[in-house]
């Protein structure tokens, strides 16, 4: 099982740019979720999917961020206009049968906003 | 690669020491548990779980225990090996209906040979 894939591994942009995570979570799994690390703040919750139906959104710092999942093997995380303040490292996990089943993370994407 | 905050908690311990991390939760609706593991430059990987109808629970080299009274949950790790070196968070489903787990800020686990 190759696990919660992840990509970019890492991004470097400029203010004002679009930046899309994107993440394909295990195989059968019908729950996905979107974090976000900081030094700060630590690990939140930014969105999560049930069979691809976003769930709660509350977590969205604002409306720049967008998540979608257009099919159960694919979501996208993106941020419009990106800001310094987005830095950080942005996991995507996935689960089967939700909180309280265990998730599963990938890698991360560590971002890096100029 | 560090993963969360320049004011984590840290415990150091020598290697084959066991080793005990804390936890304390907010929420007595809680009644999942899980203990994450993470190395720098990774993302969380699962450890143990517990749901709350159960005072422990045993894996291999770890043991949890979930103290209801006090909302408190530990995590300890024997015979601690220098590869056991990370940040461990303790994650909490909130039974209000959101199945989605709250993370803890986290204690890092520093092993010296």
């Known amino acids: 099982d190759a696990g919660v894939i992840q990509s970019p591994r890492h991004e470097v942009t400029e203010m004002g740019q679009e930046v899309t995570l994107r993440c394909k979570p295990i195989?059968?799994?019908?729950?996905l979720f979107w974090y976000r690390q900081t030094m700060m703040r630590g690990l939140e919750l930014l969105i999560y999917?049930?069979?691809?139906?976003?769930?709660?959104d509350s977590g969205m710092p604002e409306d720049r961020f967008s998540a979608k999942m257009p099919n159960a093997s694919f979501s996208t995380l993106k941020i419009q206009p990106s800001e310094p303040r987005d830095s950080a490292v942005y996991f995507c996990?996935?689960?089967f049968g939700g909180g309280r089943e265990t998730q599963y993370f990938g890698p991360g994407t560590r971002l890096l906003v100029l | 690669g560090e993963s969360v905050g320049l004011h984590l908690p840290t415990l150091s311990v020598q290697e084959g020491d066991n080793s005990i991390i804390n936890c304390a939760y907010s929420?007595?609706?809680?009644?999942?548990f899980i203990w994450y593991k993470q190395e720098s430059g990774k993302g969380p990987q699962f450890i143990i779980d517990?749901?709350?109808?159960?005072d422990k629970r045993q894996g291999q080299r770890v043991t949890v225990l979930l103290n209801k009274t006090v909302k408190h949950l530990s995590l300890q790790i024997a015979a601690t090996q220098p590869g056991d070196s990370a940040v461990y968070f303790c994650?909490?489903?909130?039974?209000?209906?959101?199945?989605?787990?709250?993370f803890g800020s986290g204690t890092r686990l520093q092993v010296q040979p």
């Open positions: 996990a996935s689960s």
């Open positions: 195989s059968g799994h019908d729950y």
């Open positions: 999917f049930n069979n691809n139906v976003p769930i709660d």
């Open positions: 929420n007595s609706a809680s009644d999942y």
């Open positions: 517990i749901r709350s109808n159960m």
């Open positions: 994650a909490e489903n909130r039974a209000t209906g959101r199945r989605a787990l709250t």
